[in-house]
T-cell receptor, first 112, second 115 residues
């Protein structure tokens, strides 16, 4: 497999702007997860999809955040009206039903 | 409340010496248990996992972990550390349900390897 791919690797934006990240999971993995990691902390779960259905969302995912996975393939995570507190590494992971998560390298977001 | 605690924020170890990283969890029932490693600029890589059965689990890169139910612990060990083991290590727990991938991670332990 080619691994989980995330784009962009880095994103710098101004407060109040909208940003969108993309995640391409390992092909044929039916589950896709988004996590957020801030400096000095472990990753925190945000949301996950099984195929195209978004099955669970964390309370961390405010109404400014939206995630989609059209057609059950790639996924996008959009943050509207970014705030400085949104600065973090956004990680994507995928899995089949084999109970192992494969993580991408993440998108580092900096909100100025 | 559910929690994962990694008591050591930072550990320095000499190359060739043994390494033990501690992990304690608080959970309603015995969860799935994982150890991940993260190197700079790299994604998280699974070292090993415990679901059930033998409480001593072997993983990749020469790592092993032991589940101790009575202590709610899942400590990671390596007998002889290599310079390439310098990284951040995360313990994580997941529910033994269909939501297993909704992992709760500890804050991590940064491992520095000295010559």
């Amino acid at each position: 497999d080619t691994g989980v791919s995330q784009d962009p690797r880095h994103k710098i934006t101004k407060r109040g702007q909208n940003v969108t990240f993309r995640c391409d999971p390992i092909s044929e993995h039916n589950r896709l997860y988004w996590y957020r990691q801030t400096l000095g902390q472990g990753p925190e779960f945000l949301t996950y999809f099984q195929n195209e259905a978004q099955l669970e969302k964390s309370r961390l995912l405010s109404d400014r955040f939206s995630a989609e996975r059209p057609k059950g393939s790639f996924s996008t995570l959009e943050i509207q009206r970014t705030e400085q507190g949104d600065s973090a590494m956004y990680l994507c992971a995928s899995s089949s039903d084999m109970e192992k998560l494969f993580f991408g390298s993440g998108t580092q977001l900096s909100v100025l | 409340a559910q929690s994962v605690t990694q008591p050591d924020i930072h550990i320095t170890v000499s190359e060739g010496a043994s390494l033990e990283l501690r992990c304690n969890y608080s959970y309603g029932a015995t969860p799935y248990l994982f150890w991940y490693v993260q190197s700079p600029g790299q994604g998280l890589q699974l070292l090993l996992k415990y679901f059930s059965g033998d409480t001593l689990v072997q993983g990749i890169k020469g790592f092993e972990a032991e589940f101790k139910r009575s202590q709610s612990s899942f400590n990671l060990r390596k007998p002889s550390v290599h310079w390439s083991d310098a990284a951040e290590y995360f313990c994580a727990v997941g529910a033994t349900t269909d939501s297993w991938g909704k992992l709760q991670f500890g804050a991590g332990t940064q491992v520095v390897v000295t010559p």
